[in-house]
């Protein structure tokens, strides 16, 4: 399956120390034309990672709107992951002052306008909780016809790491995933499954270092505080660099393998409220929706960080 060049994107994301990573992917590929960072709470509160956002755009010279969004979920509390980001949801690296500012525009407004007005489909990339591209498609419905599709790092056919069942981003908004996966759109998730096999081991961390940039140095510094708290909570001896896959694939979608299958949020309130239902095997045989990632070629996507660390 082939991406064509240039393909439009908005980043939807939460940063975040994997996202930060995401944006790093996402800023200087000339396979990708970035429209805009939209931003919405979860890793921290909607204050905390619009701020980060912010700080990575201007330390990384990524020049394109910052959009803050949702600072809620559509129905339960919000939930936020300190133990993991930190107190800032970006622990680890001291930017300089900031001196650039928020686009003006909601994060729902600037996703609606960006994509009604595009000349080709955009394609929605979702690092966070899907809370601000839910109540996108249900204000302004016609903007599905201009989206190629919906590239999700959330869910997980396996376990959870919040729960048993649920991932962190689906977790944080399940009835937001429940809009996008039955919007209708091409839905591509790439979820634990995968992003657990892509560990920030500490030789990942000494060869990155040896690039020695800005952009290298952002990573190491963010990298050991994230590998230090992962250590902390899960045990892992390198964290899990989640959110950066989803850009990695559409820079070049052979560093995963996907299998389409039918997936449903479960909504019900139960001890497995937030899983992505995954009929891998199709018992069901309903109709399938998403293409969810079941393999990554590591060296693959190691080589891709190296080489976007190397652009800055």
């Known amino acids: 399956m082939m991406i064509e060049a240039n393909r439009k994107i908005i980043l939807d994301c939460d ?3 994997d996202d930060a990573i995401a944006i790093m992917l996402a800023g200087k590929n000339s396979k990708l034309e970035l429209l805009g960072i939209t931003v919405e709470s979860g890793n921290q509160t909607l204050e905390k990672t619009g701020l980060n956002a912010l700080n990575l755009c201007q330390y990384l010279n ?4 910052v959009c803050l969004g949702a600072s809620n979920p559509i129905i339960k509390e919000v939930e936020v992951c300190e133990a993991i980001h930190g107190e800032t949801g970006l622990d680890g690296f001291d930017f300089p002052n900031l001196e650039i500012s928020y686009d003006p525009r909601h994060a729902v407004d600037f996703i609606i306008e960006t994509i009604l007005k595009s000349d080709k489909k955009v394609t929605m990339v979702t ?13 302004e419905p016609n903007i599905l016809n201009n989206i190629e599709e919906v590239v999700i790092m959330g869910g997980s056919y396996s376990n959870g790491n919040v729960t048993p069942a649920a991932e962190f981003n689906i977790y944080c908004d399940p009835e937001a995933a429940h809009i996008v996966f039955n919007s209708g759109l091409k839905v591509t998730m790439v979820g634990l499954d995968v992003t657990r096999k892509v560990l920030v081991l500490p030789e ?22 994230f590998n230090e708290n992962q250590k902390r909570v899960f045990g892992f001896d390198g964290a899990p660099l989640h959110d950066p896959v989803t850009i990695a694939y559409l820079i070049d979608p052979t560093v995963i393998d996907v299998d389409f299958v039918h997936c449903e949020i479960d909504i019900s309130n139960g001890s497995s409220y937030g899983r992505t239902n995954c009929d891998i095997f199709d018992y069901l045989k309903l109709k399938k929706n998403t293409f969810v990632a079941k393999n990554i070629d590591v060296d693959k ?9 190397r652009m800055y």
Do not use: C, Q, Y
Not at 62 to 65: A, G, L, S
């Open 15 to 17: 940063p975040g120390h």
């Open 62 to 65: 990524i020049d394109v709107p």
């Open 127 to 139: 690092t966070g909780p899907m809370t601000n591209l839910a109540l996108a498609i249900r204000i």
């Open 204 to 225: 990942i961390v000494d060869r990155m270092t040896k690039i020695d940039n800005n952009a290298s140095k952002l990573f190491t510094k963010l990298m050991i505080v």
């Open 301 to 309: 996507f190691w080589n891709i960080i190296e080489e976007a660390l």
